[in-house]
């Protein structure tokens, strides 16, 4: 018992002294080193498709050439994203344009960099649909006032994006009731009956799909066409104090951007290497477009539209914002 | 001692080969076993028959021969091995810092006059914080390494530790308790001789709580923030709409809490040999 016991203090003040002495290992990678040596950055990523193409570009060689070294860390959504970003912990990392804006609203010292992932321009061809069930009598935005409808994080793109489908259908947004869910939920939450309608990106927009649903809008597009739905940032002072490597990396992922836009079947390919999504719903999914830019004009749209549902109360300065 | 020990093994033997053998001291261990297997199975028909049958779709929760296909690939992947040793690491380091602080802090606490008065109130506000409500000070903190998992179920299952302790020194018998001050022992003596092996059967029941809570939590830490290991690969699982998937994972985290109990009562009884607990069979 006594050895038992011996081990264990040892263990952990072993950990204690591991644990608690090396913060200094989350600001290493990422200060500029001139050139000839590779500098590894650190990117906090979801594992979904939208961030398949900097898979891609770092498997293609598209950052090693420019002597980057890409580290993708999946996280569980922006909440842990920019606080690492922020902390020093990632260099970049990746989010959807609304919460971009309502960071810089707030003076949050963020800035993107590079574009992330956008609608493709389609209608009713989106890589996120608002979606309903099998047989459900709902067809048109309109119909969803006094509904239920699920999103991913209340008073984000999601809420915002439908409110619009419902305006620009005739309908009163404010009489929608949103209710929040995680996407890969939702499928079993508009089977069951839960919700009656449902924010569904890929692979959840396959999901419901392939269970007889039906997209009733597309409400990226509704917003704009060519919305810019999330893209790549760092930390303001991350930006001034390595200008070199954010432009390595801010050509590098336009390349890598413009390389998925072009070869989908190899976007699908990367996608089994980082998520799980089964075969039979790999060749159904709706890829996003990616362009190698931000649209502007569709993050402006965007801000107008989050503003006029109080998302914020100083309008983000999108000067300052993006790259 | 040990020819009462072997009187008694004897007469045990006698009785087993004797014309009408005690039930009880024959099969307890094979009956268990098999009735065990036997609800397990039935527990798995009745799954399987569930989708089967359509009570819930498939698609849900699919059959359990295709959680079991998953779970199969999933034990073949180079990636799964090493998301089990992060998830492993996270708790192991956890459970090592929580149950060292909580024993000492416990025994200091007791110790040291009017401490326990002072720290009660303390203790008890911070105790029932539940672990999870402080993922979002870990983030800020940590962000997704292994210090947020390790914040989380350092936190949870330092109390559990604590709190054993605490009630296993008030347990000392205090005629032991005088006798050894009347025989001249210092704090020390006293503590190694006297409030330890009193305290010892409820600390063993604090580390064992400990070890069931810190896996709770080091698999909720990696599934919610996204920490390296067995939760988030349920989470990306989960993300990807790879439903057997994860099953097939939220399987392995309930074989790995078994485990982890079995090895924690394992670890009591050999700690405990000593005690009237474990050797129940000469109770008076």
Same mark, same amino acid.
Not at chain 1, 124 to 135: L, N
Not at chain 2, 51 to 79: H, K, M, N, W
Not at chain 2, 80 to 96: N, V
Not at chain 2, 194 to 202: C, E, I
């Given at each position: ?43 906090? +990523? ?15 060689g598209f950052y090693a ?36 804006? +309502?960071?810089?609203?707030?003076? +949050? ?7 992330? +992932? ?84 890929? =692979? ?74 089964p075969s039979t719903l ?11 830019? =931000? ?29 | ?47 399987e028959a569930v989708s ?233």
């Amino acid at each position: 018992m006594r050895r038992l016991l011996i081990c264990v203090a040892a263990g952990a003040v072993f950990v204690a002294a591991t644990a608690c002495g090396s913060s200094d290992s989350s600001g290493s990678g990422g200060e500029d080193k001139g050139s000839g040596g590779t500098t590894t950055l650190k990117v906090g +990523v979801i594992p979904i498709l939208d961030v398949a193409p900097v898979y891609l570009g770092q498997k293609k060689g598209f950052y090693a050439e420019r002597g980057l070294k890409l580290e993708l860390v999946p996280a569980q959504g922006g909440a842990a994203i920019v606080p690492g970003v922020l902390n020093g912990q990632y260099q970049f990392g990746f989010s959807n344009t609304t919460s971009l804006l +309502v960071a810089q609203s707030k003076n +949050v010292p963020l800035k993107a960099v590079a574009n992330g +992932v956008a609608s493709t321009a389609k209608e009713g061809a989106d890589f996120m649909g608002t979606t309903v069930k099998k047989g459900s009598p709902i067809k048109s935005p309109k119909q969803l006032e006094g509904k239920k409808v699920a999103v991913n994080t209340l008073n984000n793109i999601c809420d915002t994006s439908i409110r619009e489908s419902v305006r620009k259908d005739g309908g009163d947004p404010s009489k929608v009731k949103f209710v929040e869910m995680p996407f890969p939920q939702m499928p079993a939450a508009l089977d069951g009956g839960q919700v009656d309608a449902a924010c569904t990106p890929e =692979p959840s927009l396959a999901t419901v799909k392939a269970a007889g649903g039906k997209s009733i809008a597309s409400s990226f597009y509704d917003v704009d066409p060519n919305l810019t739905v999330a893209m790549y940032f760092t930390s303001q002072q991350y930006a001034q104090k390595n200008p070199e490597l954010v432009k390595k990396f801010q050509e590098a992922t336009a390349e890598s951007l413009k390389y998925a836009d072009s070869h989908p079947d190899e976007v699908r390919e990367i996608l089994t290497t980082y998520t799980k999504i089964p075969s039979t719903l790999l060749e159904k999914l709706t890829l996003p477009h990616w362009p190698a830019e =931000p649209d502007r004009a569709s993050i402006q749209r965007l801000a107008e539209l989050a503003k006029q549902d109080g998302l914020f109360k100083e309008t983000p300065d999108l000067d300052k914002l993006l790259p | 001692m040990k020819d009462v020990q072997d009187a008694q093994e004897r007469q045990l033997d006698d009785a087993a080969q004797g014309p009408t053998p005690p039930l009880r001291a024959e099969r307890p261990g094979l009956t268990n076993a098999a009735l065990g297997a036997a609800g397990l199975a039935g527990f798995l028909a009745l799954c399987e028959a569930v989708s089967r049958v359509g009570i819930v779709s498939d698609d849900y929760f699919p059959p359990v021969s295709r959680i079991a296909d998953a779970l199969v690939t999933e034990l073949g992947d180079q990636a799964f091995w090493t998301a089990l040793g992060d998830t492993l690491t996270g708790w192991a380091l956890g459970l090592a810092i929580a149950v060292t602080a909580g024993i000492l802090v416990g025994v200091v606490i007791a110790v040291v006059p009017y401490l326990r008065e002072v720290t009660a109130s303390t203790i008890e506000f911070l105790r029932p914080i539940p672990s999870v409500a402080l993922i979002p000070l870990a983030v800020l903190l940590y962000g997704t390494e292994l210090r947020s998992v390790l914040l989380l179920v350092v936190y949870a299952s330092f109390w559990q530790v604590l709190i054993q302790t605490l009630y296993g020194v008030q347990d000392v018998d205090p005629v032991a308790e005088e006798t050894a001050r009347s025989y001249g022992l210092g704090t020390w003596a006293r503590i190694r001789h006297v409030l330890w092996p009193s305290a010892l059967p409820y600390v063993m029941t604090g580390v064992r709580l400990a070890a069931a809570v810190a896996l709770i939590l080091a698999i909720t830490a990696e599934l919610v923030i996204g920490a390296p290991g067995l939760g988030q690969r349920i989470a990306v699982a989960q993300t990807s709409q790879a439903v057997p998937e994860m099953y097939a994972l939220v399987v392995v985290t309930g074989v790995l809490g078994l485990l982890i109990n079995v090895g924690a009562r394992t670890v009591e009884r050999r700690a405990l040999a000593w005690h009237q607990s474990v050797r129940g069979e000469v109770a008076v």
